[in-house]
């Protein structure tokens, strides 16, 4: 069975913990595509090219234990910018979309460029202050720099040329700012209910 759940929204907006409950209900395999784009920025700041960096990813990359800082989220969306590295990308996404038993991936373009066939779409969003508190409680340090920093990224993500972060024209949004996580898990859930 093909079936493809796309996952959308900006930082800490909950799409993660959507995407894995999903994935753990369903049994589906999950790719945060995110973190393919932390391991491209993470090489770069070792001294590859983006896109020798792109081209040359291999699966073991996702699997550093130095990509979930606040730099590697903000090295990420800088080389996310970059056309031919979002073009090296592509293939391996949509090759994970497709596999036999069914898959949830979750990012910023994929209901939109990588996956618009996608039997699912979610946009999952809430609002820059609320999503900051959640990265503050994960990661501490000063509230009002890691506001900037969510700002930042978002205006980045929403206003680069190539995929810019936006809902696709039929996906289904859920807004988390005043939703429990289960609550928000339970909407994706009905959601993927509907389409089987
Ligand atoms: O989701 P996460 O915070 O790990 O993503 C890091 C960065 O990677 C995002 O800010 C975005 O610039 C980029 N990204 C992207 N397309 C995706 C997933 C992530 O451009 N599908």
Redesign the pocket.
Known sequence: MKFTVAI?G???AG??TISRQIAARFGFAHL???????AV?AKVAEGMTPEAAAEGLVPEDLERGD??SLE???A??????IPAV?AALVEF?RRFARQDGGAV??????GT??CPGAEVKLFVTASPEVRAHRRWLEVGGDASQVLAEVKE??D??MN?AD?P?RPAADAVTIDTSEMTIDAAVDAACAEVLRHQ
């Open positions: 959308d900006p930082a800490a799409k993660g945060d595509t995110g973190l393919i784009y932390r920025g990509l979930r590697a989220g903000q990420a969306s800088k080389v996310a910018a979002r996404q991936l979750d990012g910023r373009d994929i460029v990588i990224r978002d980045r993500d680069r995929a972060l």
